[in-house]
């Protein structure tokens, strides 16, 4: 009689590994520790303005804002290197007879820096946009003025994929407004390529620009020609040559300011910012997180009874955001630097604020390739003069964990059908659901160790998921929830043992050490009607 093969699974796992987990921080109400600070200037006024700090490919950081302690005119754009540790390098001015004030810095592909700003020195008119290029060592390159002969002031600029650069900031030479947004493309050596005015018969002033993942543009500031209050954050997506896609406003009836913003892991955007509209006090901390069209999803505010003001927003790699600016709430002076962590749906998970008795702000935070923070702004409170630039590093946060539950198993799958085919033919598919009871949603992959006494030990990887963090329905939380797959083959007839090891990574940080699920040892036939983990491939006659 004609031997016949077959296959038969008598339990495959409907959940082979059914696990709900946390991620946070394992201290989330302690803030991370100050490695450092120094200040910067001499004895006049100088300060970094916003976007004004950034961490150099040599593990140090730039500095730019303006000084009326050295240079030629009354102010004077300033670029400050310094070490990893916050020793100063060299510095430079920028400048001429009049006033210039640089706003925000980048570090250029070549090594070098783009600086930008506005200034009365050069150009057309009252104020010009300002772009200045330097070498790696802050040697002057060139420059370029671009303005009417009204007001025209600069506070962004982004290096674009092109090699050229795109500048963002308000005009009061050319729209159809009192003022309006004014974006500006040039190329590789800032010779303009196009501009752009967006904006409406009032003032709409433009504060932050960045390239896009499609490759467009997305703007950010405030406008009073559109909106429901007297200034409204405004936010614009442009296509890759200038042109509007669409555009938002947020805002009450009183006051709104944007001053930040930043393309977010899920494709949409978090602006930061204050309202007069909101909040407990004067002025609030405005933190709005809209989709990938500009839909608001939430905002929050944080402050106290008085005037407190956000100037920079990051995600922090557990997917939350850090929010810097300064507050007259809270703190030791009049003014404090005030940092705020949240999680990703915008609740607190601690603040802190930094300063002595006098006025202390931050006006940008980043995040360190070390996964600390640094924050640069000013202070009067400490340093030479009267205002001194100031930079603080913060240490790396705690480091989050994984926290499992076990849970118990959902019953028996079914059976798989007989198969007559070859032993090389019976592919068979093993799967996790995994749910997450935690805030903070992850990438998740599991490895599948399948174990037989004939065939040892394989390991197999699934695909990689993303699951989603849980959400409170009418005060139940809903976890998130996904399955991941694999197909083996196996190769002999017996009993197999299956265990798995979770990996995970949230936001964009490097994948974690694996955490068991389940390691269990199954008797009989290898089947468990507790935890559902075993099955039996057998021979028929």
């Known amino acids: 009689m ?170 009061y030479s050319f729209g159809v407004g009192m003022a309006d947004f004014w974006f500006v493309k ?24 960045i390239q896009t993942s499609d490759g467009g543009y997305a703007l950010t500031g405030y406008t009073k020609s559109f909106g429901a209050g007297g200034l409204d954050f405004w936010l614009i997506k442009a296509d890759s040559d200038g042109n509007m896609e669409w555009n938002k406003t947020y805002g009450g009836a009183d006051f709104e300011e944007c001053t930040s913003f930043m393309e977010t892991l899920d494709g949409g955007y978090a602006l930061a910012g204050w309202t007069y509209s909101f909040g407990t006090g004067s002025s609030d901390f405005w933190l709005v997180k809209v989709d990938s069209s500009g839909n608001e999803q939430w905002n929050k505010t944080y402050g106290g009874t008085n005037f407190d003001r956000a100037w920079s927003v990051v995600q922090a790699s557990d997917g939350g955001y850090v929010i810097a600016g300064h507050t007259m709430s809270f703190g030791a002076g009049s003014e404090d630097m005030w940092l705020i962590k949240t999680n990703s749906t915008g609740h607190v998970e601690w603040n802190k604020t930094y300063g002595g008795t006098s006025r202390d702000r931050a006006y940008t935070v980043l995040r360190t390739s070390d996964g600390g923070y640094a924050l640069a702004g000013m202070t009067e409170s400490f340093g030479a003069g009267s205002e001194d630039m100031w930079l603080v590093k913060l240490a790396r946060p705690p480091t989050p964990e994984l926290y499992i539950r076990r849970r118990g198993a959902h019953g028996v799958s079914g059976v798989w059908p007989e198969w007559q085919v ?107 009607r507790d935890i559902n983990v075993g099955f039996k491939v057998q021979e028929h006659l």
Request: aromatic share 14%; proline share 2%; glycine share 14%.
């Open 2 to 171: 004609k031997k016949t093969v077959s296959a038969m699974i008598l339990t495959l796992l409907t959940a082979v590994l059914i696990v709900a987990f946390n991620i946070q921080a394992t201290e989330s109400s302690e803030p991370p520790e100050t490695e450092w600070s120094r200040t910067y200037g001499g004895i006049g006024k100088d300060s970094t303005t916003h976007a004004s700090v950034v961490e150099t490919s040599d593990g140090g950081y730039a500095l730019a804002g303006y000084t009326a302690s050295f240079g030629a005119g009354s102010w004077d754009f300033w670029l400050v290197k310094v070490g990893s540790h916050g020793n100063e390098q060299w510095d430079r001015t920028y400048g001429g007879g009049a006033w210039d004030e640089g706003r925000c810095v980048i570090q250029t592909s070549d090594g070098g820096y783009a600086l930008t700003g506005y200034t009365r020195s050069f150009g057309a008119g009252d104020w010009d946009f300002w772009l200045v290029k330097t070498d790696a060592g802050g040697s002057h390159e060139w420059n370029r003025t671009y303005g009417g002969t009204g007001a025209d002031a600069a506070f962004s600029v982004v290096q674009t994929s092109d090699g050229g650069y795109a500048i963002a900031g308000d005009t």
């Open 186 to 209: 040039v190329d590789t050596n800032g010779i303009e390529q196009w501009n752009k005015t967006c904006g409406g018969g009032a003032e709409d002033a433009g504060r932050c620009v």
């Open 422 to 528: 070859g032993l090389s033919d019976w592919e068979q598919t093993l799967y996790s659901r995994i749910l997450n009871y935690g805030d903070v949603g992850a990438w998740v992959e599991v490895e599948f160790v399948v174990y037989s006494e004939l065939a040892g030990i394989e390991k197999y990887r699934s695909n990689q998921a993303w699951v989603a963090a849980a959400t409170w329905i009418d005060d139940d939380i809903v976890p998130g929830e996904v399955t991941v797959t694999m197909s083996f083959t196996p190769e002999v007839v017996g009993k197999y043992w299956v265990y798995g090891i979770l990996y995970f990574k949230f936001g964009d940080m490097a994948v974690k050490e694996p955490y068991y699920l389940y390691e269990d040892t199954l008797g009989g036939e290898g089947i468990s």
